[in-house]
């Protein structure tokens, strides 16, 4: 915040009236008098229909309650008197101001209570410095805050039904909120069930994590707010054993907090720590040990650390990245000019619109298939030289780890394939078709990561290169192929292709050289041509 709002500091606040206009119909004008014009005030405007003119005061409504302020002030016409229920100062005031202000007035005055006919009314629901500030501002329009009177303020508020000075404490909050005080108006916020300031300190905190750890403000957290914290998927900055020291930081601070101990880590994501990091900093942490839900959660990341080929089918909560968004990759592919194959990852940066180098593959690929399974990134077969015939076609796979920026090698396809569809299916991956030095293919492949093979399924009737592919509804649709112009479903159930629909020519990239995908939009499914 450019100008935070400290204890002591006051922020004064005022409701100003809108500038009032004639009435908005259809072929009126607007005439504003001037003090040049008959030497009338400028603060009225004048409209016009016909023979019949309209005129508005802009300074009417504050001069209105200027005057019922005064009248307060010197006691005049007043027909009711308030006392907070903290003492017996008596704040004289008029029932029509303070009906007109508040719902919980109006009912009161108006709604046949037996305060409706009292001269002299006790609310034990606020303190005398709450109810001051209220009855000031309902006169007034105006309100000074602070940190020593905000919560008088709030609380009168938020009993009497006061909804612009809520508001006021709301903006007065969070144009506040720093390090040393977001505890603080987060309590504050929960108290009150504001809301918006709650959501804002939420946020506020996520942001400013790491420099928050370095506070004494820290350790005050309430443990609902430090568990939303280390569950969330916005938290940067932090690596998991940075949070999991924090949490024990957190339950030892106090007596009585180790009974949260299990509840806050199953907010740690223990399967992104390296093995270094769980056996020389988690497994000698007593509570790790001998509390059953934190073994289990030490099992847990033990298991999907020894069994890297199944992490993409071992995803939890507690497995995903810490990220709130999706971004669009690309790697490899064929430089045009020098009709180079490339072997780079990249990723689209949306906020800084750049494109920003990942780990490279560790050979380049081209007319490769790439698919997604756990928010892991597979890499299937293709060619590493360019050659339109697929001659030089790889069997190799490769998978990308984003929590680490890594590749490893996974099993080998049975067959080399290049101009091949490759999908994602209900937790395994099918490479369909394609062509190698051999000719084209009509066989199709199953990855099943549980067991980092490759299977043989059920082949096409005729071979496809060069084809299109998509998944919908549990289904796998192929598309298009040179020779061949029909689209297929596949049913992993059946292991069968069924035809589904017939082209009136062939579509594929060879196809006068034009380039056909599938896609999804609106539970339908789209067949695009790139020239």
């Known amino acids: ?86 003492g017996d100062e008596a704040f004289p005031v008029h029932r029509a101001m303070m009906a007109s202000s508040s719902d919980y007035f109006k009912a009161m005055f108006t709604g046949g209570m037996k305060e409706q006919d009292l001269m002299c009314i006790k609310l034990h629901g606020v303190n005398r410095i709450g109810l001051k500030k209220i009855i000031d501002f309902i006169y007034t329009a105006k309100l000074s805050l602070n940190m020593e009177n905000l919560q008088d303020t709030l609380e009168a508020a938020s009993f009497l039904q006061i909804l612009p000075v809520l508001d006021f404490c709301k903006v007065f909050l969070i144009s506040g909120v720093s390090l040393d005080n977001c505890v603080e108006v987060g309590r504050i916020a929960n108290t009150y069930n504001l809301t918006e300031v709650d959501k804002y300190v939420n946020n506020f905190i996520l942001k400013n994590f790491p420099s928050l750890l370095g506070t004494g403000e820290f350790v005050k957290l309430p443990f609902e707010r430090l568990a939303f914290v280390l569950s969330s998927n916005s938290l940067k900055h932090c690596s998991e054993l940075d949070l999991f020291k924090a949490a024990c930081r957190w339950l030892r601070y106090e007596e009585g907090r180790m009974e949260y101990a299990a509840k806050l880590m199953r907010n740690i994501r223990f399967p992104l720590m390296s093995p270094t990091e769980l056996i020389n900093h988690v497994q000698t942490v007593d509570f790790m040990r001998t509390d059953n839900t934190c073994v289990n959660l030490l099992l847990e990341a033990s298991n999907y650390q020894m069994m890297p080929y199944m992490q993409p089918v071992m995803q939890s909560e507690r497995t995903a990245i810490r990220s709130d968004s999706t971004h669009l990759v690309t790697l490899g592919g064929v430089l045009r000019q020098q009709l180079v194959v490339s072997k780079e990852l990249r990723l689209f940066d949306e906020k800084a619109h750049e494109w920003k180098a990942l780990a490279p593959m560790d050979a380049p690929r081209y007319q490769h298939g790439i698919a997604v399974i756990g928010n892991f990134l597979y890499v299937v077969g293709g060619q590493s030289n360019y050659d339109t015939k697929g001659k030089t076609a790889v069997d190799t796979v490769f998978r990308y780890d984003p929590r680490y920026n890594k590749w490893i090698q996974v099993a080998c396809l049975n067959e080399k394939r290049t101009f091949f569809h490759l999908s994602a299916l209900k937790g395994h991956l099918y490479a369909v078709g394609g062509r190698n030095a051999a000719g084209e293919l009509a066989t199709v492949e199953c990855y099943n990561p549980r067991t980092n093979e490759w299977t043989y399924v059920a082949k096409m009737n005729e071979p496809h290169y060069g084809h299109a592919g998509t998944v919908y509804g549990g289904y796998m649709y192929i598309s298009g192929t040179f020779l061949f112009p029909v689209t297929h479903l596949y049913d992993c159930y059946l292991c069968a292709y069924n035809i589904v629909l017939k082209f009136g020519v062939g579509k594929t990239f060879l196809a006068c050289f034009v380039v056909s995908l599938l896609c999804l939009h609106s539970n339908c499914i789209y067949l695009i041509e790139m020239l």
């Open 1 to 86: 915040m450019d100008h935070p709002v400290h204890r002591g500091d006051t922020m004064s606040i005022g409701l100003h009236d809108r500038s009032l206009v004639e009435d908005d119909d259809a072929q009126m004008m607007k005439v504003s008098l001037g003090c040049s014009e008959m030497g009338l005030s400028s603060h009225l405007q004048a409209s016009k229909t016909g023979n019949t003119r309209f005129f508005t005061s802009n300074t009417h409504s504050s001069v209105v309650l200027q005057g019922f302020d005064q009248l307060r002030i010197e006691g005049l016409l007043c027909d009711v008197t308030l006392v907070a229920g903290d």
